[in-house]
């Protein structure tokens, strides 16, 4: 089944302590994108990767760090967690090319106390 | 810059009855537009999009959306609403210009409830 997992769904964590959450896609996508959703502001593009070891940065990057090693993954980390980066977050993959519409994970919902 | 506006934060309908969600966007070219659906504890699905080409897109699930170049709008319509129906659903917008991993600009998302 084609589809883009996350890992882990539900997250609670501190101040402070580093935290990774996984994604990964079996669709041979070229394109990448992690979003962050909060409450009447709809979903924002934290980074995208367009392939293998590129990256760049979206419309909220502070306090995140990307890789893309591997065409299938593109994990999110958050080196030093802060209250205001509690949201609900999703991962998305596309073929390149304008026209194609992103395929979305199912979400890690992090809340950081 | 582009932006979508979704203008009604919660949608009722009755279930039978023709439902639409309104949507309308600003980008600097032509538009590449979508409609997505949220259920609850999921994703985002991917309902149906406008690239080019007829103003009617019809979609899953029975959705369609009409494109208005003219009103700069993009609604999403069904004819005959189903309790299953009720979810969150979001309007996005990608301009053609290059970058951005393909980059959407999502609207705030308008809650559709369903009632019997």
């Known amino acids: 089944e084609a589809q883009v997992t996350q890992n882990p769904r539900y997250l609670i964590t501190v101040t402070g302590k580093k935290l990774t959450v996984t994604c990964s896609q079996n669709m041979n996508h070229e394109y990448m994108s992690w979003y962050r959703q909060d409450p009447g502001l709809g979903l924002r593009q934290i980074y995208y990767s367009m392939n293998v070891e590129v990256t760049d940065k979206g419309d909220v990057p502070e306090g995140y760090k990307v890789s893309r090693k591997e065409k299938r993954n593109f994990p999110l980390i958050l080196e030093s967690p802060s209250p205001n980066q509690t949201s609900l977050y999703f991962c998305a993959s596309s073929f390149a090319g304008l026209t194609y519409e992103q395929y979305f994970g199912p979400g890690t919902r992090l809340t950081v106390t | 810059a582009q932006s979508v506006a979704q203008p009604e934060d919660q949608v009722n309908v009755a279930e039978g009855n023709p439902l639409t969600v309104k949507c309308t966007y600003s980008?600097?070219?032509?538009?590449?537009l979508f409609w997505y659906v949220q259920y609850p504890n999921r994703g985002l699905q991917f309902l149906l999009k406008y690239i080019t080409g007829d103003n009617l897109v019809k979609g899953s699930y029975g959705f369609e959306a009409e494109f208005n170049k003219s009103q700069t709008s993009f609604h999403l319509k069904k004819p005959s609403a189903l309790v299953s129906d009720s979810a969150l659903y979001f309007c996005?917008?990608?301009?053609?210009?290059?970058?951005?991993?393909?980059?959407?600009?999502f609207g705030t998302g308008t809650q559709l409830k369903v009632e019997l």
């Open positions: 996005a917008v990608r301009d053609q210009g290059t970058g951005g991993g393909n980059k959407l600009t």
């Open positions: 980008v600097s070219g032509n538009p590449y």
